[in-house]
Nanobody, 128 residues
Framework: QVQLVESGGGLVQAGGSLTLSCAAS????????TGWFRQAPGKEREFVAG????????FYGDSAEGRFTISRDNAKNTVYLLMNSLKPEDTAVYSC?????????????????????WGQGTQVTVSS
């Protein structure tokens, strides 16, 4: 069973950047596709970005396209989310999630129900 811990959130001014990290333990991390989701108060959970087990496939939600970059370092059991040009509407709790993926596949999963394991989340607040 995989445990996920996010870090790197905080308060940033609009236009600034943050890099979130998702550290995994308890499993063979290179066998898991991973995604980032976010949820703002009063809103549904939203897909931000996803990456396949080896990192060869990535996909972004509309709000992240062109501004955010997802990457992973399987040697460090960590997935990253680099967020540039942040806007106040990016304010949310950001969570990472993992799903076992056979190495013959390279899909990216975009639905929260696709994932089996979740971290607790990290707060990102963007001030105007």
């Amino acid at each position: 069973q995989v445990q996920l811990v996010e870090s790197g959130g905080g308060l940033v001014q609009a236009g600034g950047s943050l890099t979130l990290s998702c550290a995994a333990s308890g499993g063979t991390f290179s066998s898991y596709a991973t995604g980032w989701f976010r949820q703002a108060p009063g809103k549904e959970r939203e897909f931000v970005a996803g990456i396949s087990w080896r990192g060869t496939s990535t996909f972004y939600g509309d709000s992240a396209e062109g501004r955010f970059t997802i990457s992973r370092d399987n040697a460090k059991n960590t997935v990253y989310l680099l967020m540039n040009s942040l806007k106040p509407e990016d304010t949310a709790v950001y969570s990472c999630a993992a799903k076992y993926q056979h190495h013959s596949y390279s899909s990216v999963y975009t639905g929260p129900h696709d994932y089996d394991y979740w971290g607790q989340g990290t707060q990102v607040t963007v001030s105007s």
